[in-house]
Every structure is written in structure tokens, then in C-alpha cells.
């Protein structure tokens, strides 16, 4: 099969996308994206050309700019240009050229996948000055069509391109996700030119008398990936002369361990995780006795933040005392007797809500107190730790509901001795995140009840009581 023909059958095998979709080609104007354009052109699909301008070579760049306008006259379709100071972003993000390129890059193209382009008019060569540059000084291209089902994004990504982002990937530390390259489809962005070698590409544009530029800085060593293409590779090729070739089929293979692998992880999870209103719960000795365990231990923490320095950190948890924990930016790993709990990190709210004597009702965080005042003659005390009964004449309002601090005490019911809360909350065995949730009902400085737990036993009622309050706890 001819270039072109391997290109329809690779889209058709990987399902890129369907011929109603609105195809955006990110064309720099090499001879990689320029190839790019003229498969998709002779394949028959609609598409539209857009450039990132980072103002990074001067002349060049512009060179670059004005060729790939013209690439777009050429095939009748529409042209958006996005120009950045990158330099600036450099300076501002403390980023690498390379890093910060991308971030601009992508986070450009993130913006056209969510827009509406596939029906803007093609610009002509003599009106440039209406050329849909989204730039300082446009607010971006404007349109009144219908939009399509689906904005799909295409680069021009090769297969050499791949070798040299796997080596990367190797070198700098990976996982099997890193040594399988990248994928032809991620999301909305699609990378249809992975089955092709660099020379093939050079070759079908030489056949098909096509131009391009070439990019000075490819030749600069500096740039990581310039220097894994223009020295690295060829030094191994001289001991090892099908390197390449014995790399591409690596990628195979590795793409074929990540399935594997992917069904191997989902089979723990499915044994290990326990799933309880927003906490997931893992018995230890369960996980204890998984294999690999860091491997284990890393597929399930990075799911709530955690990066893989975390992963040993996690391992210890499992031969410590409870309440010892790991926490990411969003997740707390608490060990908790013979479970590892993960749960949501509590944003700290210093809430003290205040309770007037002719209130019967309060919402607050865990839910919800109903207050009713009652005849000692028509109670019937029941042993429901979700409701207090209180003798109304020993209360001083306004109450405070609030959350336990550290310190807090109160004389448990049935007790004459008073007990520290974090005392209290060892006997009750709760977790470190049931323990975040106690919140406290007060009384002139006096714990009166510690909401849906226990009264305070000076505040029971007795047969001396005449007038009751009873309260009511309904959990959220």
C-alpha cells in the first residue's frame, strides 16, 4: 500500500474519528504537518489549518506564519493563528522554552476544540489583513454556523517522533504508560501519522512536489529531543544498527503490556477498594499480601493526588499505629486499625452557629437539629444516640452548635467523672475522618451534647425535671 492508503487504513483500525467530524490540523509548516495536510486533502476530509506563532526566531517565525497562510489558500479551508510571547510566559511561569511552547501550545488548541470553526469562510491571499489571527489586538474568530458534532485535532506526529519520545520517557523515569510512547488517540487530539517513519514522509513529499520550511532550531542540540535525534540515536545505530527498528517494535509490544497491565490493576481494585458514601476503604491485610505492592499501592493513590514519591510513604502506613496518614492536595490516606481509609481533605471552617431559645430548627454542615420543648410527664426516653433529652432549666441561650476542638471535655452520661473528647473518641473507636465530622452542642461553656454520640450527664433529666427539650439529629 501507497502512504496514503496506510494513513485511511491506520484511521480506520484505531477509529481517530468519523468523516462528519471537523478535522483542525496543527500545521507548523514542516514537512511533517505539510504531508499532513495533503493525505487529508487527497483522503477527501474537511479540515481547517491552525498555527502557533511563539515569536520565538524572529523573521523565521513570521516566514513560517505567512507560508502556512498560504498552505491554507492553497486548500481552500480556513486559517487560525494564534501568536504568544513566549518569552514573556517563560519568564512569568519559570518554565523551560520547551515547556512553556507546549503549555501555549495546547492550551490554544483546547480552546479551538471547544469552539465552533468547521463552517468559517477560507481566507483569500489578497485580504491578509482578515486573516482570523487571534491575537492581542482580536477577540478570535467569530462565526454564525451551526456547529459540527465533533472538533478533532490533529498533529502531525511520526513514528520516529515516537521512538525519541519513549527513549525520553526511559531516561528521565517511567512507568509502562511512559514506555508505550504516545497513543494515536488522547481525548479529542489525534495523531494519525504514528505508523510512518520520518523518511517516508520526506519521500511522499518529494514524489508529490511539495514545499516546506524547515525550522532552524531543530538543529540546536540544547532542545532535549533535538539532541536524543541528532546524537544519541545515530551513536547507538553505530553498535547497534537496527536500533530503530528494534525500537518501533518495543512500542508494539509495550503498547500490548499496557493492556495487560491495565486488566491486572483493575482486578485489585476490584478486590482492594471498598467504596463508603465519598471514602474508599482498603483492608491492610489484604493489600499487605498484594503483588507487586508498590505497583499496587501507586494505581490506586494516584487516583486522589498523590504522586509516586508517595508510594513508599503509603507502604509504611500499613505496619503503623491508626491515625497515622499521608495526604495529597485533595486526599487524606489515614490508617485506621485494619483499614487504610481515603478520604476527601475537610476544608477547616471555624463555623460557631448560635441557637436563640425560640428556635426549632438548625441546618448546618452534618445536617440538621430539631428542637422541641416537652412536659416531663410526656416523655419516653429511647436510646437513640441521634437524640438528646435535656433538661430545659439548666440551659442558657443562646446555645452554641460548633465544631470539637481540641481540648473540649464534657462528663459522659451515666459518668460523674469528666473525660477529655479525644478520650471519648478512642473508646468509641472512630476513624480520623469520623472524628473531622463531631460537631458539639454548648451551654454557657459547658458541653451539653456531643451531637449524635452522648449527652452530658449534667444535663440529663430527672424526676425533678419539669420542662424538657428534646432534640433531634437528622444526618446528611
Known amino acids: 500500500m501507497d502512504l496514503l492508503q496506510r494513513f485511511q487504513q491506520y484511521i480506520f483500525d484505531h477509529h481517530l474519528f468519523s468523516p462528519k467530524d471537523t478535522l483542525i490540523l496543527a500545521v507548523s509548516g514542516g514537512v511533517d504537518s505539510v504531508v499532513l495536510c495533503e493525505l487529508c486533502h487527497q483522503a477527501g476530509y474537511s479540515f481547517v489549518i491552525a498555527h502557533c506563532n511563539f515569536n520565538l526566531r524572529g523573521a523565521e517565525s513570521e516566514r513560517d506564519a505567512d507560508f502556512v497562510q ?25 518554565l ?18 471547544k469552539s465552533e470553526v468547521g463552517g468559517q469562510k477560507p481566507e483569500t491571499e489578497n485580504r491578509k489583513e482578515n486573516v482570523m489571527r487571534e491575537n492581542k489586538k482580536s477577540g478570535g474568530p467569530t462565526t454564525n454556523h451551526k456547529p459540527p458534532t465533533t472538533n478533532v485535532l490533529l498533529t502531525a506526529h511520526h513514528l520516529d517522533d515516537n521512538i525519541e519520545t519513549m527513549l525520553m520517557h526511559f531516561f528521565r523515569g517511567t512507568g509502562i504508560h511512559g514506555l508505550r510512547g504516545m497513543l494515536p488517540k488522547q481525548g479529542d487530539i489525534v495523531r494519525p501519522l504514528l505508523f510512518a517513519r520520518k523518511e517516508e514522509l520526506k519521500k511522499y513529499a518529494t514524489e508529490n512536489k511539495l514545499s516546506w520550511v524547515e525550522d532552524s532550531s531543530n538543529a540546536l542540540d540544547k532542545y532535549s529531543r533535538n539532541y536524543f535525534r541528532n546524537q544519541l540515536i545515530p551513536l547507538v545505530q553505530k553498535i547497534y544498527p537496527e536500533a530503530e527498528n528494534n525500537l518501533v517494535a518495543n512500542l508494539r ?98 463555623q460557631t452557629l448560635a441557637i436563640d431559645e425560640e428556635e426549632n430548627k438548625v441546618v448546618f454542615e452534618n445536617g440538621k437539629l430539631v428542637f422541641e420543648s416537652l412536659s416531663n410527664k410526656n416523655v419516653q426516653l429511647i436510646n437513640d444516640p441521634s437524640m438528646a433529652f435535656i433538661d430545659r432549666a439548666d440551659l442558657q441561650f443562646p446555645l452554641l452548635l460548633r465544631k470539637w476542638k481540641k481540648g473540649d471535655y464534657f462528663y459522659p452520661l451515666g459518668l460523674k467523672k469528666k473525660k477529655k473528647l479525644a478520650r471519648f ?18 451551654s454557657n461553656k459547658k458541653v451539653v451534647w456531643v451531637v449524635g454520640l452522648r449527652i452530658d450527664d449534667r444535663f440529663k433529666i430527672t424526676d425533678a425535671t419539669r420542662q424538657v427539650l428534646r432534640i433531634r439529629f437528622e444526618n446528611l
Open 70 to 94: 498560504q498552505l491554507a489558500h492553497k486548500y481552500n479551508v480556513s486559517f487560525l493563528i494564534k501568536e504568544f510571547d513566549t518569552k514573556a510566559y517563560v519568564d512569568t511561569h519559570k
Open 96 to 113: 523551560s522554552i520547551q515547556e512553556a511552547a507546549r503549555a501555549l501550545r495546547y492550551g490554544w488548541f483546547a480552546e479551538i476544540l
Open 253 to 350: 509490544r509495550f503498547a500490548d503490556m499496557e493492556l495487560l497491565y491495565e486488566q491486572a490493576v483493575e482486578q485489585h481494585k476490584k478486590k482492594l477498594l471498598e467504596y463508603k458514601g465519598g471514602e474508599v476503604h482498603i483492608p491492610v491485610l489484604k493489600l499487605q499480601k498484594s503483588q507487586p505492592l508498590h505497583s499496587i499501592v501507586y494505581e490506586i493513590i494516584k487516583d486522589f493526588g498523590c504522586s509516586p514519591a508517595q508510594v513508599e510513604e503509603v507502604a509504611r502506613l500499613l505496619g503503623s499505629e491508626s491515625g497515622r496518614y499521608v495526604q495529597s492536595a485533595t486526599h487524606r490516606i489515614i490508617k485506621n486499625r485494619r483499614w487504610l481509609i481515603i478520604a476527601p481533605v475537610q476544608a477547616e471552617q471555624a
Open 425 to 442: 473518641f478512642i473508646d468509641q473507636k472512630l476513624s480520623l475522618t469520623d472524628k473531622e465530622k463531631v460537631w458539639v452542642l454548648e
